[in-house]
């Protein structure tokens, strides 16, 4: 194997473990699901690497949609915490308010 040859591919491996997804900013964590009041929850954190901060995507469906069947309805949620626990537990609750408001919007 000659000399530029191996350069090539020791560049490839580099830029490839460079791209692999524990060098990415952000980690993506599985859903965290629930349910209030025949509503679906569904909290995702993710922890950025960078910032040194979780966030989380919070959907929720109402009682006659099904995740993974039907796309969940995006709830505005943007709190960070240092904490993965306290950030679900605030996904989770402005879940709750935003389903709770939608009732009562509704009757």
Not at 6 to 33: H, K
Not at 50 to 72: F, L, M, Q, S
Request: with cysteine.
């Amino acid at each position: 194997m000659t000399a530029p040859y191996r350069a090539a591919i020791t560049l490839v491996v580099m830029l490839l473990a460079a791209c692999s997804r524990d060098s990415l900013p952000t980690q993506v964590e599985r859903p965290v699901m629930s349910e209030h009041k025949g509503w679906h929850v569904s909290v995702t954190p993710s922890f950025n690497r960078t910032a040194e901060r979780w966030r989380a995507r919070v959907e929720v469906w109402p009682p006659e949609r099904r995740p993974g069947v039907h796309p969940g309805v995006r709830v505005h949620f943007d709190g960070s915490s240092s904490d993965r626990r306290a950030i679900e537990e605030a996904g989770t609750a402005a879940a709750r308010r935003y389903i709770d408001d939608s009732l009562a919007v509704h009757r």
